[in-house]
Every structure is written in structure tokens, then in C-alpha cells.
């Protein structure tokens, strides 16, 4: 029997207790094409100008890279929508309301009516279907089919309703269905290579790999304000194609572009003395991850691990890399963003006779060689020289190796190929992803290729625990897990940065994604 609940349990829910159903806060006022009133007539129009470098993969199922998501939330909706506060969010979702049994294994989303495609087709039921288990089929290959694995059945009892069954419980799902590959997708689109046919409140009009992408207002959109007058207010976007930091920078400065996600944090000062520009902020658990192939080479020996992580200053590298615009890590991919969730524990203190012991007895008295290669976007050469010098003090000499983001990201992988490397990893509405898409033996973003069976089992069990008190108990263990002989070291979660012209208004920081800010509310102060 499916019980509601008042939108309210969405709190609950994010504390750890079972959210059973959800309502919207206001009607669903479908968007019109008619002139904005006068009382909202000064937030419409304005094209807005952004760089970025370009995206790898336009297909949602195959994103890989900020730049990929990045593009998808213009064009996409989500089933479920993730707020500022890291709450389910009904209002903004394709979803307006949702419904669950006591076990939290059947859910019913009901969906917004009088949603359209670019194209003029209606949105129901079976595009929704269509998108996850698109996801989940493992011979499409998606990098969600790991985390889609626990949906049993997809099933549509009207062009309204979609019911997803689960083999297990899940105390995530709802945020698992913000995923960022999980944009809801025409059911009768033949290539979605090319073909960016989605619900969301932007339309690409053209694009070009090597230069530029550019976005049309959606007349059609769906959502309002809450006056309900037609959301976005924007008439455009475009974003020009800059790999480089210091470029795009120069281009905000210069009043070329209005807006800049994950804003690099030596140029924050500058920025923040700059009348013309804003600069926001949030905490997160974005991190930069420097990781070690634990199957092959020096890295395969735990105590090479472990003095490798004796020999660096975390605080250092915060404070050197990214000006202190975050806080240090403590080597596993949960961080404080996560609240009890976290273990909370002091930074590591950094023992160089204490590393140089280890790799002797690894056998590497004389010293070792690794070679690091990373992109070269900021911070991530910060880190590496800074780790580079604090090795030398160890023994270790690092060859640090940069190629462009579209590479290591590329087409072949080198990301999850090299023996060491410097990963970006944004962050999400909650631990579970990240064992199940890079730590857990399987997972298909495994790039430390580590297999550790005590892990495997205690994030299985974390990924269906519905007591909040025992979650806790379980990510406690597998953090100390990472601790102990895990192949990474993060030396801090970065906060989320952006800069913007000073007239534009209408933006709410997040901690989740620097992508995820929401544009739909956004416009130009006339």
C-alpha cells in the first residue's frame, strides 16, 4: 500500500529517514509564448556569454566531463531535481510528485502534464522509461549501469505514471535519479550524438566542436516563477570554447562573457577587487584526486601507498594550490560536506622519516621514480608540483606529465589507464556513487584499479541501509578502510567557485556541482 507524505519528509529523508512521497509546492502552470508582464518585463531577455572548454561527449549516457554535463543541463530536465540544500526539490523536477511503499522498494513518480520535447512532442511515461533503461542496459555500456543495476522493472501504468521496482532498498534512489547522465531523452530519438532533443529550458541552435556552442530560449518551457510568469528569463546562452583558465578569466574581466563556473581560485583576489564582477561560493566535496594504480607497479605494494600518504602535507597543498578556499582531506572520497556521514578524524600528520622507512622496506631504499600525467587545466598543476616537491623530500622523484583535459578525458581513457594521475571528481548528493562508480571491484570508473573484498562488501550493505545510526556505522568502516591502504590521496574538497558580471542577478550557490547552478531564474539587471 503506498503511503504519502507532505514535501516536508524530503528533510527527513536527507537525514536519513525514509521518504515515502512528496507533493509540489505550487500548480504546474505550463509556460506560454505571450509577452512577460510588465512587473517581470526588466528580468527578460539578455544572451548569456560563458567560456568553457569543449565537451567530449554530447550523448547524456556517455557524458564523462564537467564540460559534458555542463552542456546537458541547458538542453535536459531530470525525473527528480536536487535543490541548493541538497534536497529533492518537486517544483523543479519533471516529476511533481513521488510516492513510495514502506520498503522503499516501489516507486511511483507521477509526471507533469503539458511537458514538451523541443521538437513539439509531448513528454509521458514512456520516454521516461526509455531513459533508464537506457541507462542500465548493459550493452549500451552507460557509465550509470552500475548504479541502475538495483532496478528490477521499469513499468507505465498511464502516460502519466512511471513505477520503478527495486530489487533492494535504497535509501538514495531519489538522488540517483539526478544523476547527471540521467537527463530524460526523447524515446524516438535515432542519434543522440547529434540530436539534443530534450524538455529543458534552453535549445541548442548550433554548435561547433572548435569553437562555440549556442543556446535559444525554450518558448515552450514548462516551468514559472512564482508569480507564474514563463521561466527562463533569458533569450540565450552561448559559451565559447577556452581550455585555458587564464583566458577565460580574461575574457570576464574583459566584459567579453558574463559568468564562469568552477572559477580557478588564483585569480579569486583579483576578481573579488573587480567592481564589475561578483564572485560566489559554496562549500562542496569536489575533489582532486591523486590516485595510484594498486594492480601493477610500484603502487601494487600497500606500504608504497602508505608512504606516499606519510609524505604529503595536505594543508600545504590547499593553501599553495588553491589560496585555502576549502578543506583538507583525509584520503577517502567522503568528505565533511556529508555531515555524520563523515569521519571525522584529525588531518594525517606528515612523517617523512617515517615514508622513507616504508619504501626501504618496500624495497625502494635507493629511492623511486614515478611519473604523474594529468591535465593541465587549474589547480591540477598546482597540486602536482607541490606534490612533486614534497616527494623529493621522501625519495620519490615525479615526472609530471600535463595534457589537455579532452585528452586525458579523451576518447581512449588514458584517465583510467595511467600508473598515477590527478582526477577531478565533482560532487554528489551522497557517498554512495562514489564506491559504486570508482572503488567497488567492478566499477566501471575503477581508475586506481583497486579491488579490496572488505570494501566490496560494506559499501553493498551502506547502498540499501535504511537505519541512519548503522549507515553511518558502515561509511565509518570504509573510510577507515581508505585510510589504511586505499590508493588515493586527496588532499582537499575545494569549494564550489563561480565569478559573474555584477548586473547579472538570480543566482543561488550550490554545493553540489559548480554545473548545477540554475540559470533559469537568472537575468541581466537593466
Not at 534536497?87 to 522498494?105: K, T
Request: aromatic share 10%; with cysteine; net charge negative.
Amino acid at each position: 500500500m503506498l503511503k504519502k507524505l507532505m514535501f516536508l519528509a524530503v528533510l527527513v529523508l536527507v537525514s536519513g529517514m525514509l521518504l515515502v512521497s512528496c507533493a509540489p509546492d505550487a500548480p504546474d502552470t505550463p509556460a506560454v509564448d505571450d509577452e512577460p508582464t510588465d512587473a517581470i518585463s526588466e528580468k527578460h531577455g539578455g544572451i548569456l556569454r560563458s567560456a568553457y572548454y569543449a565537451p567530449g561527449n554530447m550523448d547524456p549516457a556517455f557524458f564523462g566531463t564537467v564540460a559534458d554535463d555542463w552542456m546537458g543541463k541547458f538542453w535536459g530536465d531530470f525525473l527528480v531535481y536536487i535543490d541548493e540544500e541538497n534536497a529533492p526539490d518537486p517544483s523543479r523536477s519533471l516529476a511533481e510528485s513521488w510516492e513510495a511503499d514502506e520498503n522503499a522498494m516501489l516507486w511511483q513518480f507521477n509526471l507533469r502534464q503539458n511537458v514538451v520535447f523541443h521538437d513539439g512532442k509531448d513528454m509521458t511515461a514512456s520516454d521516461v522509461k526509455f531513459t533508464f533503461d537506457r541507462l542500465r542496459d548493459p550493452d549500451i555500456g552507460a557509465a550509470t549501469v552500475g548504479l541502475y543495476s538495483n532496478i528490477v522493472e521499469i513499468s507505465t501504468p498511464d502516460d502519466y505514471t512511471v513505477v520503478f521496482e527495486l530489487e533492494e532498498p535504497n535509501p538514495d534512489f531519489l538522488f540517483d535519479l539526478f544523476d547527471y547522465h540521467a537527463i530524460i531523452v526523447d524515446a524516438d530519438n535515432d542519434n543522440f550524438a547529434t540530436n539534443w532533443n530534450g524538455t529543458g529550458p534552453f535549445m541548442i541552435t548550433s554548435y561547433s566542436p572548435e569553437d562555440r556552442i549556442v543556446f535559444d530560449r525554450n518558448p515552450n518551457y514548462w516551468m514559472n516563477d512564482a508569480a507564474g510568469n514563463p521561466l527562463p528569463y533569458l533569450d540565450g546562452v552561448e559559451i565559447i570554447f577556452l581550455a585555458e583558465s587564464s583566458a577565460q578569466v580574461e575574457a570576464l574581466r574583459g566584459g567579453q562573457i558574463d559568468y564562469l563556473i568552477y572559477l580557478p581560485t588564483e585569480f579569486i583576489s583579483m576578481l573579488e577587487a573587480d567592481p564589475d564582477i561578483v564572485v560566489l561560493q559554496a562549500p562542496s566535496n569536489t575533489s582532486y584526486v591523486l590516485r595510484m594504480r594498486s594492480d601493477e607497479g610500484p603502487a601494487s605494494d600497500v606500504r608504497v601507498r602508505q608512504a606516499l600518504k606519510l609524505g604529503t602535507d595536505r594543508s600545504a597543498i590547499l593553501e599553495g594550490a588553491v589560496e585555502g578556499l576549502g578543506t583538507t582531506g583525509r584520503d577517502t572520497p567522503i568528505g565533511p560536506a556529508y555531515g555524520d556521514f563523515y569521519l571525522d578524524v584529525p588531518e594525517p600528520v606528515r612523517d617523512v622519516e617515517a615514508a622513507k622507512a616504508l619504501l626501504a622496506e618496500a624495497g625502494y631504499g635507493d629511492g623511486l621514480d614515478i611519473v604523474i600525467t594529468t591535465q593541465e587545466s587549474s589547480p591540477v598543476p598546482a597540486i602536482a608540483t607541490i606534490w612533486r616537491e614534497q616527494m623529493a623530500e621522501i625519495g620519490v622523484n615525479v615526472d609530471i606529465q600535463l595534457v589537455p583535459s579532452d585528452v586525458y578525458y579523451g576518447a581512449d581513457n588514458m584517465w583510467l589507464e595511467v600508473p598515477f594521475g590527478i582526477t577531478d571528481w565533482g560532487a554528489r548528493p551522497s557517498p554512495q556513487p562514489y564506491l559504486d562508480l570508482a572503488y567497488v571491484c567492478d566499477a566501471q570508473w575503477n581508475e586506481s584499479h583497486w579491488c579490496d573484498p572488505e570494501l566490496d562488501e560494506l559499501a553493498a550493505l551502506a547502498a540499501k541501509e535504511m537505519d541512519r545510526d548503522e549507515r553511518i556505522r558502515l561509511y565509518h568502516e570504509i573510510q577507515e578502510i581508505f585510510i589504511e591502504r586505499g590508493p588515493i590521496i586527496i588532499p582537499f574538497f575545494i569549494n564550489n567557485l563561480w565569478g559573474a558580471s555584477a548586473d547579472l542577478q538570480g543566482l543561488e550557490p550550490t554545493s553540489i556541482l559548480g554545473t548545477a547552478m540554475d540559470l533559469r531564474s537568472a537575468y541581466f539587471e537593466r
